[in-house]
T-cell receptor, first 113, second 114 residues
Framework: DADVTQTPRNRITKTGKRIMLECSQT?????MYWYRQDPGLGLRLIYY???????NKGEISDGYSVSRQAQAKFSLSLESAIPNQTALYFC????????????FGPGTRLTVT | GNSVTQMEGPVTLSEEAFLTINCTYT??????LFWYVQYPGEGLQLLLK?????DKGSNKGFEATYRKETTSFHLEKGSVQVSDSAVYFC?????????????FGGGTRVLVKP
């Protein structure tokens, strides 16, 4: 079984719709992250959470919100989707006290028409 | 701020050829350095890491050495296989910085032909 899972894996939605992407992990890590990947830009950090009560904005948080429902679950929401949010979204986890490496889910491909 | 620069692809090679992907970084202090690999349709997998100067990370025949004097972490493999076709990302992390965030390069696509 995968340690970091994401649902859905693919989603097509229309401009203005609200959408939620979900991430679950069984690694027991306390830290979780949301990234988006665009061609040629690598991955950019949207939000991160060091524990259930600690949520922080990343470099591109505008238009997104998150919820850390439990240590193992971290959701990303697009309140009103727009076409330039079309991208591949990744969830990642890490452990505090580690050497900085993060472990990634398989990704969600989101298309906003 | 921190930044990572890696060579643009695509890099096209024949099987058993030598692969080098250049990566340089800008950061204050002493970051940890990583190479991640993304196979088609999959998420990123940690390939190797190095946490201090002169450390060599290695895995699956790939190697990279943390060179602080040249702020580089070039990835090498002596004999590539078709199964090594993927996108490779260089990244850095600073443990003591706020967020413990990974800063990624733009990725290098590698295509190995039989």
């Amino acid at each position: 079984d995968a340690d970091v899972t994401q649902t859905p894996r693919n989603r097509i939605t229309k401009t203005g719709k609200r959408i939620m992407l979900e991430c679950s992990q069984t690694k027991g890590h306390d830290r979780m992250y949301w990234y988006r990947q665009d061609p040629g830009l690598g991955l950019r950090l949207i939000y991160y959470s060091f524990d259930v009560k600690d949520i922080n904005k990343g470099e591109i948080s505008d238009g997104y919100s998150v919820s850390r429902q439990a240590q193992a679950k971290f959701s990303l929401s697009l309140e009103s989707a727009i076409p330039n949010q079309t991208a591949l979204y990744f969830c990642a986890t890490s452990v505090s006290g580690g050497q900085g490496e993060q472990y990634f889910g398989p990704g969600t491909r989101l298309t906003v028409t | 701020g921190n930044s990572v620069t890696q060579m643009e692809g695509p890099v096209t090679l024949s099987e058993e050829a030598f692969l080098t992907i250049n990566c340089t970084y800008t950061a204050t202090g002493y970051p940890s350095l990583f190479w991640y690999v993304q196979y088609p349709g999959e998420g990123l997998q940690l390939l190797l890491k190095a946490t201090k100067a002169d450390d060599k990370g290695s895995n699956k025949g790939f190697e990279a050495t943390y060179r602080k004097e040249t702020t580089s972490f070039h990835l090498e493999k002596g004999s590539v296989q078709v199964s090594d076709s993927a996108v490779y990302f260089c990244a850095l992390s600073q443990i003591k910085a706020a967020g413990n965030k990974l800063t990624f390069g733009g990725g290098t696509r590698v295509l190995v032909k039989p």
